[in-house]
Every structure is written in structure tokens, then in C-alpha cells.
């Protein structure tokens, strides 16, 4: 089928490839020229594992297509895919700017039955504004407008597109339901080649499919990622107490966790959680809430643990070294989680102003996001030190605070690394190691949660 995809984020450009790769024809707009001629040379503007290989395999096939003026292409398909950012206002409302653009855009140029499909996050009732705007600005093509929510979880996004969990759509048609069931069903049936998994073992095993009316998806949507980040604010408050008392929350979250009614997942104690989804979404949900008349203070709440976790970790810091200022303190990891370059609220660049704003000297290594965070710390970059390896950002620190926590630091050399740093403390902020182990390696070792 012919689908057009608006918007090549970190949404939109997985939902164009993955629908691509299942065996559609796929349009993506971007407003965004540079984006679009990266994209249509294949080059891909951010980094995703598989995303490079699934862009050359279906750019090849002539699969999909890129392009940066949209009202030309309004027609090329019956299906159209919202897939635009719709970030923060300063009160927290999600701006949906962009969304009513392109619904005027589709409205006025559409020649056709058009279904428009909600696939970036949006507040709920956002259909319901589409749809009223679709019939302010229309004509006399009919329409629907369905709700799609994406589930991608960063640095495994085309994997959790390719094998969901559960395929949502919120539809208030028998037709816009009859179309989505068609588009997917190669993943509702898993009966694509997987191009991630050789003898992939969900070839043939169904998917669940919900089919809700428009508003529940929305919900389904912000109450999904609403609760994952309530699970990492309220281990992360139990870590807190953890601190108090002397216990492990580690253990604790292990002990938790094997209750199925719980589940281990997104249990672990840490820094905080960042990214442009959980913050993003917890402050939509909490204004979307409010205007419709319920003060969301439990998310609220969610929030709070979670700034207090990240300043709970800087004072951590600064009471083991004591004077911050003049001090030289190494980084691991700038990405607001691993296997990502995204710093997008990431906890990292959090406490790193804060270190800065002390005098401190930061040296900082990243395997993917240094230029990202480049980019994002401008007014700092005087007192950063971007490194080219974790060893490098070790040498010569009065502390090692660890961010993120990515795989290649399990396995960082580190009788070398104590032997190169001015004092050997590493400050944990992902619980990466075990105390006992790190003691016996020779260093002071701070984590989160657990006894020092
Ligand atoms: C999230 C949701 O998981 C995904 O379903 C949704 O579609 C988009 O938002 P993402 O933001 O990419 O995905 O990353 P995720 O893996 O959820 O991690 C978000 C943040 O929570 C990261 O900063 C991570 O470090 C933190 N986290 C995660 C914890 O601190 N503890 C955990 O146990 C899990």
C-alpha cells in the first residue's frame, strides 16, 4: 500500500523504514531541506541501530522516497502518517503547532478519502481538533482521523517496531480500521523477513492488535510511558530510603521484581530518567489532565523525585570531593541511555552544568553523542573536555562520575585507569558495578541506593 509518512524525527523516519521494509511504499516529508537531501543521498541524521542497513536495503528497492515540499504529495496516498514533534511549551503543553499546519495542508489539498493518522504522541482529544479542522478548512473528500500510537523505546526502536508488544489503533471507522489492519498486517502476523535476525524467532508468531475508539488510543499512549516513568521514580524514591537505612536496592528491586504483578523492568535505581518521551509526556499528560478538570498530582510527583534524583546525585558528588571548583572530574556517557546519541533531557548534561557552574573541569567521553552534546552545551564548551575514550577521560581526574551506562564501560581497564587518576573515586549514577568489586579494585565507589 501507498503510505505517506510527515516527519522524519525519531519516529517518523523507523515508521517510514519499517513500513518500507515490510513491503509498502513509502513517502517521507520533512520541512527540513538539508534532512531530506541527507536522507535521499542515505545518509541518516541521527543514530539508530539498523537504521543505516534498513535505509540503503529499501532506498535500493525504491521503497521509499524523500521529499521537503508536502502539498504536491498530499494525494500520492490515501493513508498519511502524523508523525511531528510536539515539544514542551514553557507551561508544559505539548505544542501542536505543527499538527494543525499539516491538517490544513491535508484539508485543503486533499482530492480523495484521506485517513490521517495520529503516530507521534499527542495529548488526548488532539484527534478530535483534527478532525474539527479537517472539516473547517476541507472540502468535500472525506476523511478519517485514527489514532497510532509508537511504543519505540530509543536505540531499539526499529527492533520495537518490527516486534511489538502490542499494535494500538484508536479508529471511529469501519473503513479507517480496515485500512490499519491491512498496513500491519505483515507485523500483526510477524510473516516479514526479519532484516535484524537471522532464524528470527518471531517469524509467524502473532501480535496482539488493540482496536479502541480515537481518545482511549491517545490515552493508552501517555498513561503507558506515565506509568514506566512512576516505576523509575518510585524505585528511585525507594533508593532514597535505601540510603537512609542502610539497604540494597538493588536487592530490593530484585526482590520486588520477581513478583509478576511487579516485574523486573524499569526497576533499576539510577540518576533519573531523561529523554524527549518521559519528561515531554509526563508534562502533556499532567496539562491535558488539569484542563479537563483533574490535577494529575501523582505524576506531579513522578517529576519532582525525578529533578530531586539528579540534584541528589550532584550533592553526592560534590560532598565526596568536597570543593568542586579547580577540580578536574571525568565523564562517562553524555546520551540520556545507552546505544543512543539523543541528549535530549538526558540527566548527564544536568548535573555536568551544575559541576560547571562550580568551576569544576569536566572531561566527557560518549561513544555516540559527543557532538550532540556539543551542540547542546554550548555556553560550557570553555570548561568541557570531550575525550576520545573512557580511558582518556579518566586520566587525571579527581572523580569519575558515570552517566550512562554503556555496555563498553563493563569492560574499561581499570587497574590502568586508577593508576592514571588523581584520586581513585568513581561516582556511579547507573548502579553499573558491584561495591565490593570496585573496593577490591582499589577505588572509593559511590552508587545509588545502596550501602556505601
Ligand atoms: C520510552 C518508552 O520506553 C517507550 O515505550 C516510548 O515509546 C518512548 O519513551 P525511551 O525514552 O526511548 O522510551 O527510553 P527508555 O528506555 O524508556 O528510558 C527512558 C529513561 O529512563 C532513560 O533515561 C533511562 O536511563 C531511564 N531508565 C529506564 C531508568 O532510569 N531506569 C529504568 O529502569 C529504565
Redesign the pocket.
Known sequence: MKITVVGTG?VGLVVGLCFAEIGHEVGCHDTDTAKIEALARGVTPFYEPHMDRLLQRNSERGRIRFFSDLEPHINDADVIFLCLGTPPLPNGEADLSSVEKVTRQIATHSRSYKLIVEKS?VPVLTGKRIHATMQIYGGSAPFDVASN?????????IH?FLHPQRTVIGVESERAEALLREIYDPILRQSFDCPIHEGCEWKGRSTPLVVTNRNSAEII?HA??SF??T??SF??AIATLCEKVGADVEQVAAGMGLDSRIGP??????????????PK?LQAFCHIAEKNGYDFRLLREVERINQLQMEHFFQKIKNEVWVLKGKRIGAWGLA???D?D?VR???ALAVIEKLLAEGATVAAYDPRAIKEACAALPSASHRIVYCQSAEQAASGADALVIF??WQEFLCADFARIRESMARPLIIDG?NMFRPEEMRRRGFEYISVGRPQ
Open positions: 525519531h504522541t500510537p509508537e511504543f519505540l523505546s530509543e536505540g531499539a526502536a520495537d499512549k503507558s510511558n514506566l516513568a516505576k523509575i524505585i528511585n523492568s524499569f526497576l533499576r535505581a539510577g540518576i533519573g530518567f531523561g529523554g524527549f518521551c518521559f509526556d540520556f541511555k545507552p543512543t539523543d533531557f538526558a540527566p550512562t551506562e547507573r
